[in-house]
Structure formats: structure tokens, C-alpha cells
């Protein structure tokens, strides 16, 4: 009898991927398309919704020129993708009415101050769980109501996060998941509903938000007229998924006692699960619902983890062969050296957690002529590591019982990253065999829909190595940990100082 497939389409930052699974939990065929972010002005970052679609387009084409009887075969399609983006479009015609402000984009910072004025310092924090950030979709919601007022002129405008335009697409229904939900800065911890009466006091449509359900659920079935535009089986499933930090935490494990997830993809971000909410956590990590019913997962994240590598790179190389190279001779690293100690602080993007400063800025400390561009990467990796180190030791009720370390995402296939992790957190570390984390979560997602697996136990990701920590760098890393530690008030207070310098030479 023919294997079935189960189609997961994650709607990542910096890729559009499709991937099929059998039911075994087995990646079989996978396509991926670049999404395009654009910076047209200083802590911008946007991106189309328009081009998700004629990615996945693309996707599916190259599938099913390439395996159409396991598309015919497909039993359903699960979704996860990035977080916190306002996806605001008509749902009569689907047309997106704004690029996605993605979440990594910083500009509302008069509109936090505004939030702050209106609510409060600490409503968000006890009512949403997280402080207030311009990463979250409220504020990002506010600065396109008072710099384009025109979109919220339609009358049937929805709201809707990445993955979930793309169920849409498919399937015509305006839903999204518990995860996504409650990175919104509007829907409440606790009592898990849209807090309605912030956007009644904002003055936006109350009626544009989505329903919400659990991510194991059924949301639509795939049209026919999606069916022959993207070469899938008319009538399947649409599984809801999760936004992708709640799927990698599903993947990964990170809800078996003893385990914490590090996932350093585009970002780089480390993963707790919870039944409950631990009050003196708040603050120091976000907390999100998982995208499993009656569940959370907490979030210690620096924004910039292989995207730091990726920008060294282009910056050294360009994007050409020279560039391909290094990649490869950064796969190949394996040694550490004790005397090359150069600091770097990855905030090209902001701190994210503990200090939740997104107009930060990164900075290397402790360069000379000798050095080359392979200790700068080296510095580049231990710097993403002590920068999720500092989130792990904020939370030590939690942190104290951990005893493993799952690692994935794209620097997982790094085996000097992975050496390094273990000596600084001096944890075991397990590398997850997938690449794409967030994909598996989505298909176990769907696994539980269709009855193929009765709960999710021990389900996580596949580990393919482990690695152990080494004496002699658990204690070199100690003492380049509180080098690190020294100068950080140096390099956050930088960025305040240079603004200030910046804005008065505009004004001159």
C-alpha cells in the first residue's frame, strides 16, 4: 500500500519552505523560496505577504514537477511560520492592505511610549505576560493607524498572522492559533481571550480579529480553486499549526522534564515548557501558549544568531563564491583557541532578552592585525551563546533543573557552534538531525489531527550527535563569560549615546 504525505508550509523569515513528510515522521521532498525583507528606513524591517504566495507557488510547482503521485497523496497541510507580523487584508478579496511589519522591525517606539502613557508600565506584563516592545503586533497596529490611517477605512479588514494568510489562501477561513494570539500584546494569559477593549480605547476594529483555536485543529479544507492553483488534492485538511517558536518547541522536546531548546536559525532562541504560569519569571523572558492545548513555553531570544554570521559574511565577501567558501571552511572549523579572545556583542537587531532593548547595537571588542576573518566567526558564535546565556541564568527555578541541551536550526550543523554551547552552558548537547524544527512541530501537529499519533510523549525531533562539555573550555569560557559580562553596560549604553549624537546632527 502507498505511503500518505502530510505537506507542512512554514512561512520563516528569511525562506518560504514546503516540506513533505510520511507518516512516520520522515522528511521526504522539501522545496524552499527566499522572502524578501526590506530596511527602508532605520529599525524597518517589512515584508510582503503577496510574495509568500507566489513562493509557495513556486514550491508547489517544483513539487509536483518533481513528485506529483506523492502530492496526489498528500492527506493534509499544517502550517507554522514567524511571529507577531500583522498580516491586515479584505477578506472579501484577500487583498493585503499593508506589508507585514515582521518581527524584528523596531519602528514603533513613539507608539510603545504611547502604550505606556495610556496603560501603564506593568498592565501588559501582568495582564499579556511580556513587556511592552515594538516587536509585538499592538504596537506595530498603532504605528499603521497613525501614519496610514487609510487602511483601517476597510470596512471588512481581518487581521491575521503569516502562516495563518496562507490557510486562508487555501482554505478561505480567518483563524489563528493560541501562539500566535498571544504574541499579540491583546490577548490575555490567562484567561486566553483577545482583550477586546484595548483596541475599543485604540480606536480599532474589534471586529477584525480572528477566532482562535488549538493548533491540532481542523480550520478549512483546501478549495478547489487553491487546489488546481497549487497542485494539491481538493478537499484535505488544513491543520492550524503554530507560529514557529511554539512548533520548534514541540519538535524539540522542550516539554520533557530536563530539556531546554536551543534553536539559533535567523535568530537565535532558547525554549522552555510550562503548565503554568511561574509569576517570578515575568519580566525576564517572554511567555507565550504553546501551540499544545492548556500548555505554555517560555522565550529567551537574541535576534540576530546566524543572521550575525550571515551579515559578517556579506560584509567581508559580498554574496558571490568568496562568501560560498567561507561558509564551507566555517563547516570545517573544529579547534578552539584560548588565545584569541575577541568579544562580540550581536545586537545588530537589539538584545531581545533579558534587557529587551531593541535600539542596542552590536559591537566587537579586542581586535588586532593578526587576527583573521575565522576568529572573528568564532567570536561571532560565542557571542550569540553568551548572549542566550544570559537569558538561561535569569530564570534559575527553571534553569536549575535542566539537564540537556537540544540544539537545532541552521548553526546546529556547525560542529564547533555545538562545542561551543556545551562549554558555555557546560550542559550536554543533542543536535537535532532536522534542519527545520519548526516543520516537524507542524507535522506532529497534523499527526494528532489525522489519528496517526495518539499524543505527543517523547516526540521529539530525531538527534543525530551528542556532545559533552570539556574541562579545560568550561572554565575558559567562564572567564571569557564575565569579560563579556564587564562590558556589556558599555556596549548597550553606545547605543543611546550615538542616537542622541545622530539626532543632532539631523537637526543641524
Known sequence: MASEFILTIDVGTTNLKGILFDEEGNEVFRVTRPNTTRYPEPFFAEQEPQQWIENL?????????????????????????????????????????????????????????????????????????????????????????????????????????????????????????????????????????????????????????????????????????????????????????????????????????????????????????????????????????????????????????????????????????????????????????????????PFLLGTGTPYFDYQAKAAFLGLQMNHKAEDMIVAILEGVAFALKESFERVPAVSEKIRQIILSGGLARLPIFSRIVTNVFNLPVAVSRYADTASVGAFLLAAKALGIVRGYGDSAAGLESNVFPERFYVQHYRKVYSLYRSFLDMVLSFASESNRIQGKGEES
Open 57 to 345: 507557488l513556486a514550491v508547489m510547482k517544483d513539487i509536483n514537477q518533481l513528485c506529483p503521485e506523492k502530492l496526489r497523496l498528500v492527506r493534509a497541510v499544517s502550517l507554522t511560520g514567524q511571529m507577531h507580523g500583522p498580516v491586515l487584508f479584505e477578506s472579501e478579496s484577500g487583498r493585503v492592505l499593508h506589508p507585514c511589519l515582521i518581527w524584528s522591525d523596531a519602528r514603533a517606539v513613539e507608539e510603545v511610549r504611547m502604550l505606556q502613557e495610556m496603560f501603564g508600565d506593568d498592565f501588559f506584563l501582568r495582564e499579556m505576560g511580556n513587556p511592552l516592545q515594538q516587536s509585538f503586533t499592538l504596537p506595530k497596529l498603532l504605528w499603521i493607524k497613525r501614519h496610514r490611517p487609510e487602511v483601517f477605512e476597510e470596512r471588512s479588514i481581518k487581521l491575521l498572522f503569516p502562516k495563518d494568510y496562507i490557510g486562508y489562501i487555501l482554505g478561505g477561513e480567518v483563524t489563528t492559533d493560541y501562539s500566535d494570539a498571544s504574541g499579540s500584546l491583546f490577548f490575555g494569559l490567562r484567561e486566553k481571550e483577545w482583550k477586546k477593549e484595548i483596541l475599543r480605547d485604540l480606536g480599532l476594529p474589534q471586529d477584525m480579529l480572528p477566532e482562535v483555536v488549538p493548533g491540532e485543529s481542523t480550520v478549512g479544507y483546501v478549495s478547489e480553486e487553491a487546489a488546481a492553483t497549487f497542485f494539491l488534492p481538493a478537499g484535505i485538511p488544513i491543520v492550524k499549526g503554530g507560529g514557529d517558536l511554539a512548533t520548534t518547541a514541540l519538535a524539540t522536546g522542550a516539554g520533557i522534564e530536563g530539556n531546554l531548546s536551543l534553536c539559533v536559525g535567523t535568530a537565535g532562541q532558547l525554549l522552555l515548557c510550562t503548565d503554568e504560569v511561574n509569576e517570578e519569571t515575568l519580566g525576564k523572558l517572554y511567555i507565550f501558549l504553546h501551540c499544545v492545548q492548556d500548555k505554555y513555553f517560555y522565550l529567551g531570544t537574541v535576534p540576530t544568531g546566524g543572521a550575525a554570521l550571515d551579515w559578517f559574511l556579506s560584509a567581508v565577501t559580498g554574496d558571490g563564491k568568496q562568501k560560498h567558501n567561507l561558509w564551507e571552511k566555517i563547516g570545517s572549523l573544529a579547534d578552539i583557541s584560548p588565545r584569541q579572545v575577541i568579544l562580540f556583542y
